[in-house]
Protein backbone atom coordinates (compact mmCIF):
# COMPACT_ATOMS: atom_id res chain seq x y z
CA UNK A 1 0.00 0.00 0.00
CA UNK A 2 1.08 3.28 -0.83
CA UNK A 3 2.34 5.38 2.11
CA UNK A 4 2.31 8.84 0.73
CA UNK A 5 -0.19 9.76 -1.70
CA UNK A 6 -0.28 12.69 -3.49
CA UNK A 7 -3.53 12.97 -5.85
CA UNK A 8 -2.44 16.48 -8.11
CA UNK A 9 0.18 14.99 -10.90
CA UNK A 10 0.04 18.39 -12.43
CA UNK A 11 -1.23 21.93 -11.23
CA UNK A 12 -1.54 25.23 -12.30
CA UNK A 13 -2.09 28.88 -10.57
CA UNK A 14 -1.75 31.94 -11.11
CA UNK A 15 1.45 34.24 -9.92
CA UNK A 16 0.41 36.33 -7.15
CA UNK A 17 -2.43 33.37 -6.11
CA UNK A 18 -2.16 30.84 -2.97
CA UNK A 19 -2.14 27.00 -4.07
CA UNK A 20 -2.25 23.87 -2.06
CA UNK A 21 -0.86 21.11 -2.78
CA UNK A 22 -2.33 17.65 -1.45
CA UNK A 23 -0.55 14.98 0.83
CA UNK A 24 -2.20 12.20 2.50
CA UNK A 25 -0.21 9.28 4.68
CA UNK A 26 -0.33 6.01 6.13
CA UNK A 27 1.25 4.99 8.99
CA UNK A 28 0.55 3.20 12.03
CA UNK A 29 3.05 4.68 13.72
CA UNK A 30 2.77 7.52 16.94
CA UNK A 31 5.91 9.50 16.24
CA UNK A 32 6.38 10.22 12.60
CA UNK A 33 7.85 13.45 10.81
CA UNK A 34 6.29 14.92 7.70
CA UNK A 35 8.73 16.70 4.94
CA UNK A 36 7.84 18.78 1.19
CA UNK A 37 10.68 18.83 -0.73
CA UNK A 38 11.37 21.04 -4.08
CA UNK A 39 12.83 19.87 -7.13
CA UNK A 40 13.08 22.66 -10.02
CA UNK A 41 13.92 21.44 -13.37
CA UNK A 42 17.65 21.61 -12.26
CA UNK A 43 17.07 18.37 -10.55
CA UNK A 44 18.22 19.26 -6.92
CA UNK A 45 15.68 18.61 -4.12
CA UNK A 46 15.22 21.69 -1.77
CA UNK A 47 14.04 21.33 1.78
CA UNK A 48 11.10 23.14 2.54
CA UNK A 49 9.27 22.49 5.60
CA UNK A 50 8.93 20.05 8.27
CA UNK A 51 5.88 18.79 10.80
CA UNK A 52 6.25 16.34 13.36
CA UNK A 53 3.37 14.09 14.77
CA UNK A 54 3.26 15.75 18.24
CA UNK A 55 3.55 19.45 16.48
CA UNK A 56 0.64 20.51 17.71
CA UNK A 57 0.77 24.27 15.49
CA UNK A 58 0.87 24.18 11.81
CA UNK A 59 4.91 24.51 10.65
CA UNK A 60 5.27 27.59 9.08
CA UNK A 61 8.55 28.58 6.94
CA UNK A 62 7.93 32.57 5.23
CA UNK A 63 5.68 31.66 2.20
CA UNK A 64 5.06 27.99 3.05
CA UNK A 65 2.69 26.74 5.41
CA UNK A 66 1.91 22.78 6.11
CA UNK A 67 -1.82 22.38 7.17
CA UNK A 68 -1.50 19.45 9.29
CA UNK A 69 -4.76 17.34 10.27
CA UNK A 70 -3.73 14.03 11.99
CA UNK A 71 -7.02 12.72 12.38
CA UNK A 72 -7.49 12.79 8.76
CA UNK A 73 -3.74 11.77 7.90
CA UNK A 74 -3.22 14.60 5.79
CA UNK A 75 -0.56 17.24 5.98
CA UNK A 76 -0.89 19.76 2.16
CA UNK A 77 1.20 22.52 1.60
CA UNK A 78 -0.14 25.66 1.45
CA UNK A 79 1.94 28.53 -0.52
CA UNK A 80 0.85 31.76 -0.47
CA UNK A 81 1.85 34.41 -3.41
CA UNK A 82 2.95 32.50 -6.17
CA UNK A 83 6.38 33.21 -7.81
CA UNK A 84 7.24 32.15 -11.47
CA UNK A 85 10.23 30.59 -9.37
CA UNK A 86 7.40 28.12 -7.25
CA UNK A 87 7.63 26.42 -10.68
CA UNK A 88 8.59 22.85 -9.80
CA UNK A 89 7.83 19.43 -8.39
CA UNK A 90 6.98 18.98 -5.37
CA UNK A 91 7.27 15.30 -3.29
CA UNK A 92 6.02 15.34 0.35
CA UNK A 93 8.14 13.18 2.27
CA UNK A 94 7.24 10.77 5.65
CA UNK A 95 9.61 9.58 7.97
CA UNK A 96 8.17 6.81 10.88
CA UNK A 97 9.82 6.09 14.07
CA UNK A 98 11.67 7.41 16.71
CA UNK A 99 14.58 4.93 16.05
CA UNK A 100 17.43 5.18 13.49
CA UNK A 101 16.02 2.60 11.39
CA UNK A 102 13.45 3.99 9.61
CA UNK A 103 13.99 5.72 5.96
CA UNK A 104 12.11 8.15 3.99
CA UNK A 105 9.33 7.75 2.19
CA UNK A 106 8.45 9.50 -0.74
CA UNK A 107 5.21 10.91 -2.47
CA UNK A 108 4.81 10.50 -6.66
CA UNK A 109 5.22 14.09 -6.59
CA UNK A 110 3.04 17.21 -7.97
CA UNK A 111 4.33 19.59 -10.76
CA UNK A 112 3.23 22.89 -9.87
CA UNK A 113 3.05 25.40 -13.03
CA UNK A 114 2.99 28.65 -12.17
CA UNK A 115 1.35 31.27 -15.18
CA UNK A 116 2.42 35.00 -15.39
CA UNK B 1 28.01 25.82 5.49
CA UNK B 2 28.62 23.70 2.62
CA UNK B 3 25.99 21.35 1.14
CA UNK B 4 26.21 17.98 0.06
CA UNK B 5 28.60 17.66 -2.80
CA UNK B 6 28.22 15.04 -5.54
CA UNK B 7 30.78 14.58 -7.81
CA UNK B 8 30.32 13.40 -11.00
CA UNK B 9 27.69 15.84 -12.07
CA UNK B 10 27.04 13.75 -15.30
CA UNK B 11 28.13 9.90 -16.47
CA UNK B 12 27.33 7.71 -19.82
CA UNK B 13 28.51 4.41 -19.36
CA UNK B 14 27.39 0.89 -21.43
CA UNK B 15 25.72 -1.80 -20.33
CA UNK B 16 27.97 -4.30 -18.67
CA UNK B 17 30.61 -1.82 -17.14
CA UNK B 18 30.55 -0.54 -13.54
CA UNK B 19 30.02 3.02 -11.81
CA UNK B 20 31.35 4.66 -9.28
CA UNK B 21 29.38 7.28 -7.52
CA UNK B 22 30.70 9.99 -4.76
CA UNK B 23 28.91 11.81 -1.67
CA UNK B 24 30.07 14.74 0.54
CA UNK B 25 27.57 15.16 3.39
CA UNK B 26 27.10 18.43 5.02
CA UNK B 27 29.78 18.79 7.20
CA UNK B 28 28.61 17.32 11.05
CA UNK B 29 26.34 15.19 8.95
CA UNK B 30 27.19 11.35 10.06
CA UNK B 31 24.06 9.70 7.77
CA UNK B 32 24.37 9.48 4.28
CA UNK B 33 21.39 8.18 2.45
CA UNK B 34 20.95 6.65 -1.36
CA UNK B 35 18.29 7.17 -3.97
CA UNK B 36 17.40 6.48 -7.34
CA UNK B 37 14.90 8.96 -9.37
CA UNK B 38 13.26 7.56 -13.10
CA UNK B 39 10.17 9.26 -14.40
CA UNK B 40 8.41 5.60 -14.37
CA UNK B 41 9.51 4.72 -10.54
CA UNK B 42 9.66 8.11 -8.95
CA UNK B 43 11.77 8.58 -6.13
CA UNK B 44 13.24 5.37 -4.54
CA UNK B 45 15.17 4.61 -1.41
CA UNK B 46 18.81 2.48 -2.07
CA UNK B 47 20.38 2.55 1.04
CA UNK B 48 21.51 4.57 4.31
CA UNK B 49 24.67 4.37 5.86
CA UNK B 50 25.16 5.24 9.41
CA UNK B 51 28.67 5.87 11.06
CA UNK B 52 30.16 3.92 8.13
CA UNK B 53 27.44 0.98 8.63
CA UNK B 54 24.82 0.28 6.63
CA UNK B 55 21.38 0.13 8.62
CA UNK B 56 18.74 0.60 6.12
CA UNK B 57 18.47 -0.40 2.72
CA UNK B 58 15.85 -0.85 -0.36
CA UNK B 59 14.52 -3.47 -2.42
CA UNK B 60 17.56 -2.86 -4.84
CA UNK B 61 19.75 -6.30 -6.76
CA UNK B 62 23.04 -7.11 -5.33
CA UNK B 63 24.67 -5.03 -7.92
CA UNK B 64 24.15 -2.01 -5.86
CA UNK B 65 26.01 -1.42 -3.23
CA UNK B 66 27.58 1.21 -1.25
CA UNK B 67 29.84 1.86 1.43
CA UNK B 68 30.96 5.06 3.68
CA UNK B 69 34.37 6.44 5.11
CA UNK B 70 35.36 7.40 9.04
CA UNK B 71 34.94 11.53 7.27
CA UNK B 72 31.52 10.28 6.21
CA UNK B 73 31.56 10.58 2.86
CA UNK B 74 30.11 7.97 0.99
CA UNK B 75 30.56 6.10 -2.72
CA UNK B 76 27.67 3.82 -4.26
CA UNK B 77 28.61 1.00 -6.76
CA UNK B 78 26.50 0.15 -9.40
CA UNK B 79 28.44 -3.58 -11.20
CA UNK B 80 26.77 -4.68 -14.64
CA UNK B 81 25.35 -1.79 -15.75
CA UNK B 82 21.93 -1.78 -17.33
CA UNK B 83 19.92 0.51 -19.76
CA UNK B 84 17.00 0.60 -16.99
CA UNK B 85 19.62 2.18 -14.41
CA UNK B 86 19.78 4.81 -16.21
CA UNK B 87 18.66 7.68 -13.67
CA UNK B 88 19.00 10.29 -11.90
CA UNK B 89 20.98 9.27 -8.09
CA UNK B 90 20.07 11.70 -5.42
CA UNK B 91 22.22 12.01 -2.10
CA UNK B 92 21.18 13.22 1.00
CA UNK B 93 23.06 13.56 4.34
CA UNK B 94 21.58 14.23 7.98
CA UNK B 95 22.11 14.72 11.64
CA UNK B 96 20.47 12.31 13.61
CA UNK B 97 18.93 13.22 16.47
CA UNK B 98 15.83 11.43 16.99
CA UNK B 99 14.79 9.64 13.80
CA UNK B 100 11.62 11.01 12.84
CA UNK B 101 13.04 14.38 12.95
CA UNK B 102 15.80 13.96 10.97
CA UNK B 103 15.92 16.75 7.76
CA UNK B 104 17.71 15.03 4.76
CA UNK B 105 19.42 17.67 2.66
CA UNK B 106 20.15 16.82 -1.06
CA UNK B 107 22.90 16.94 -3.34
CA UNK B 108 22.57 18.07 -6.83
CA UNK B 109 22.59 14.82 -7.91
CA UNK B 110 24.11 12.38 -10.26
CA UNK B 111 22.60 12.01 -13.43
CA UNK B 112 23.99 8.30 -14.97
CA UNK B 113 22.87 7.08 -18.70
CA UNK B 114 23.54 4.05 -19.92
CA UNK B 115 24.00 3.12 -23.13
Known amino acids: AQKITQTQPGMFVQEKEAVTLDCTYDTSDQSYGLFWYKQPSSGEMIFLIYQGSYDEQNATEGRYSLNFQKARKSANLVISASQLGDSAMYFC?????????????FGPGTRLSVLP | KAGVTQTPRYLIKTRGQQVTLSCSPI?????VSWYQQTPGQGLQFLFE???????NKGNFPGRFSGRQFSNSRSEMNVSTLELGDSALYLC??????????????FGPGTRLTVL
Open chain 1, 93 to 105: AMREGGNYGQNFV
Open chain 2, 27 to 31: SGHRS
Open chain 2, 49 to 55: YFSETQR
Open chain 2, 92 to 105: ASSAPLAGSTDTQY
